[in-house]
């Protein structure tokens, strides 16, 4: 057992929070400062981790910022937050969140829009000054807290790309491992078949050190690895060492560079580019070409399977109760499901709940769930051409060698299109504009690859992420790099 020792918080995240979250808005629930009284002395001792708000905790609740679960608490911790409570991190509060974790701008929120707090160290203006910019989707309050010193680090849950896009616009570090290395269990799915926990902070080394204490199998996740797998995708990574990165093959995806994209990225791209080639790594052009039907595909898939899982909130076990008016119209059970529906998602859920419910349907499931399936193994394919590893989980698939492939070992990208939007501006946009945040992240995704989001640079003072994607397993590979140009 471990050794148990007085709880105390860290006073200068405390003092952030005070001074910044009534106008950043990131955390939504603050820990007591005597909830659970001791901390175990464990690796992450006394580290402040705040957790996103569709992550269960049973001592503070768990709203996934929908009126739907606006007075949930879980009767249970997810397994990452108890694997955090037995290392020792003090949980100091959860974070705002697009509702269900559907969304790019972390504006779709009963607890109203994440402020990105970015802020240059040798800027004179007061941050508050400063154009109100989103802080990213949907786990934007997980970035913005780790941005504004809220935290040493925060959980977050990527399913196409809300972690790497939040951390790319508030300049932090974003980490979504390799699917089923992080257990889900007591994480509110939304398209399960895509969704990661993975890490905020303001480093990678930061990142690994969170990481590390909660990328265990799970016997209470069915989709969690196994230990034979992790250490067979890991016997397939190169040994690294310390010092270089000499015989580090480098891939740059030709498609990645779409004409969506704001030529302000394209700098601090190059510069962790020109920064991984003078530690020796060799820098190749590469093809995938099944990128551009990446976004279309992830959207019929993420919402098909949101249709699936959020049919449980029907105000009977799970969501809002409406029993008052059921009772006094004398409804039918579908119209108090409707009731509770309508009166307890957002619009953004709503839409998406019909959309997948449609591309489910036996009329369209040829045309769109399967069609969408099938880009899934394109993309899927693409990668297993590019890098010279195999993804273990498929390894009885056939060989997809060919004779002039790039074997590399990495991919680098741009995480996002364009630096943090204004917040104001895009609260407007409506559908596709928004959905174009996601294009260079959702591969990763499904394909199920660790990705990691580093601040490349900045560029008119805001911040430029940029992506590190590896073979599925390749985690510490894709975090070591990360640590030596970050
Ligand atoms: N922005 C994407 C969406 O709205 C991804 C969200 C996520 O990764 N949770 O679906």
């Known amino acids: 057992h471990a050794t148990?020792?007085?709880?105390?918080?860290?006073?200068?995240?405390?003092?952030?929070?005070?001074?910044k979250n009534d106008s950043v808005n990131a955390?939504?629930?603050?820990?007591?400062?005597?909830?659970?009284?001791v901390l175990a002395d464990g690796p992450l001792h006394k580290v402040a981790i705040a957790v996103k708000d569709n992550i269960c905790t049973?001592?503070?609740?768990?709203?996934?910022?929908?009126?739907?679960?606006?007075?949930?608490?879980?009767?249970?911790?997810?397994?990452?937050?108890?694997?955090?409570?037995?290392?020792?991190?003090?949980?100091?509060?959860?974070?705002?969140?697009?509702?269900?974790?559907?969304?790019?701008?972390?504006?779709?929120?009963?607890?109203?829009p994440v402020v990105n707090p970015?802020?240059?160290?040798?800027?004179?203006?007061?941050?508050?000054?400063?154009?109100?910019?989103?802080?990213?989707?949907?786990?934007?309050?997980?970035?913005?807290?780790v941005a504004a010193d809220m935290c040493y680090a925060a959980l977050g849950t990527d399913t196409g790309g809300s972690i790497r896009l939040p951390a790319s616009y508030c300049g932090v570090t974003g980490f979504?491992?390799?699917?089923?290395?992080?257990s889900r269990y007591g994480v509110v799915s939304f398209a399960d078949s895509l969704d990661c926990v993975g890490v905020i902070a303001k480093t990678t080394k930061r990142v690994r050190r969170v990481a590390e204490a909660i990328m265990a199998p799970d016997p209470r996740d069915p989709t969690s690895a196994s230990h034979t797998l992790r250490s067979n995708a890991s016997s397939h990574s190169p040994p690294l060492s310390a010092a270089h990165l000499k015989g580090l093959r480098v891939g740059v995806p030709e498609e990645y560079f779409p004409s969506e994209l704001d030529t302000s990225v394209i700098t601090p791209t190059r510069r962790v580019l020109s920064a991984l080639e003078s530690l020796g790594a060799t820098i190749v052009s590469v093809s995938l070409p099944s990128t551009p039907y990446a976004?279309?595909?992830?959207?019929?898939?993420?919402?098909?399977?949101?249709?699936?899982?959020?049919?449980?909130?029907?105000g009977v076990e799970y969501g809002l109760n409406v029993t008052a008016q059921r009772t006094r119209s004398g409804d039918t059970a579908m119209r108090s499901y409707a009731a509770t529906r309508s009166q307890g998602f957002g619009a953004e859920v709503r839409k998406r709940i019909l959309l997948g419910t449609y591309a489910l349907r036996a009329d369209a499931f040829d045309n769109y769930f399967q069609q969408a399936l099938r880009v899934r193994q394109l993309v899927r394919d693409d990668f297993n051409k590019t890098f010279r590893s195999p993804d273990v989980r498929f390894m009885d698939s056939p060989s997809t060698a060919a004779p002039d492939r790039p074997d590399v070992n990495i991919i680098v990208h741009p995480t996002a299109i364009q630096p943090a939007p204004l917040?104001?501006?895009?609260?407007?946009?409506?559908?596709?504009?928004?959905?174009?945040?996601?294009?260079?992240t959702v591969p990763a995704s499904l394909a199920g690859l660790p990705a990691l989001s580093?601040?490349?640079?900045?560029?008119?003072?805001?911040?430029?992420?940029?992506?590190?994607?590896?073979?599925?397993?390749?985690?510490?590979?894709?975090?070591?790099?990360?640590e030596m140009v970050d």
């Open 118 to 145: 970015f802020q240059l160290a040798n800027q004179n203006e007061s941050w508050e000054m400063r154009e109100k910019r989103a802080a990213g989707g949907s786990s934007g309050g997980s970035a913005a807290a």
């Open 58 to 112: 049973s001592s503070m609740p768990t709203t996934c910022s929908s009126h739907m679960l606006e007075d949930f608490r879980s009767p249970y911790n997810a397994t990452v937050v108890r694997l955090l409570t037995e290392a020792g991190a003090d949980l100091i509060g959860k974070t705002n969140l697009d509702e269900f974790g559907m969304g790019s701008l972390n504006t779709y929120s009963i607890h109203g």
């Open 295 to 314: 976004l279309s595909a992830y959207y019929v898939i993420a919402c098909a399977e949101a249709s699936s899982n959020l049919a449980r909130y029907d």
């Open 454 to 482: 580093i601040r490349g640079g900045d560029t008119d003072g805001w911040p430029i992420g940029v992506t590190i994607v590896g073979q599925w397993g390749s985690d510490d590979m894709v975090l070591r790099v990360g």
């Open 4 to 19: 148990l020792v007085p709880k105390a918080i860290d006073s200068s995240w405390r003092h952030a929070i005070t001074l």
């Open 176 to 182: 979504k491992p390799s699917y089923g290395l992080i």
């Open 423 to 440: 917040i104001y501006d895009d609260v407007q946009k409506k559908g596709l504009d928004a959905y174009v945040q996601d294009v260079l």
């Open 27 to 37: 955390i939504v629930h603050l820990a007591s400062e005597d909830a659970s009284g």
